[in-house]
């Protein structure tokens, strides 16, 4: 098991393709801000970061064959969580019609856009800073004693 495999870097990780997407949706809503017809979407939230760690969204692994359990695999119970080996991450973009629709059908309205976007920025900010503080924590305790 590597230092990857731990589901703490697994959360922020999937927290972090789950970012990456929704910024790739909102995007995609500002480029069709003039579309006739078209409705805003945006991705439905994951749970909250401690409610995923505390329904053990990943279970542990099976280590040794002594171990209670019997073999072990990866349940993936969110989207927000990283997809097993072989499956592709998935986010579904859902509608999400902003405050207002013009005539011709249009719902995106850019300033609720730009807020969804630095949203997403001040998230994405804070998940790398979890993780540098993680990984900064794993280098101390995999530190030899006095040095």
């Known amino acids: ?14 927290r972090l393709g789950w970012l990456d997407e929704r910024q790739r949706v909102i995007a995609q809503n500002v480029a069709n801000a003039d579309t006739p017809g078209y409705g805003a979407q945006d991705l439905k939230a994951p749970p909250a970061f401690a409610d995923a760690m505390r329904g ?11 171990h209670a359990g019997g073999r072990v695999e990866m349940l993936r119970t969110s989207n927000a969580h990283i997809a097993p ?7 579904d973009p859902m509608k999400a019609p902003d405050s207002e629709t013009t005539m ?3 719902s995106v309205v850019m300033e609720e856009q730009m807020l969804k976007m630095a949203e997403s920025r001040m998230a994405y900010d804070a998940a790398i800073g979890f993780y540098q503080k993680s990984m900064s924590m794993i280098r101390l305790a ?4 006095g040095a």
């Open 104 to 106: 011709d059908g249009n």
């Open 85 to 91: 080996a072989g499956s592709r991450l998935r986010y």
């Open 56 to 66: 053990g969204g990943l279970p542990m692994a099976q280590t040794h064959p002594g």
């Open 142 to 145: 995999a530190k030899k004693p």
């Open 1 to 14: 098991m590597g230092v990857a495999d731990l589901p703490l870097l697994q959360q922020i990780k999937g």
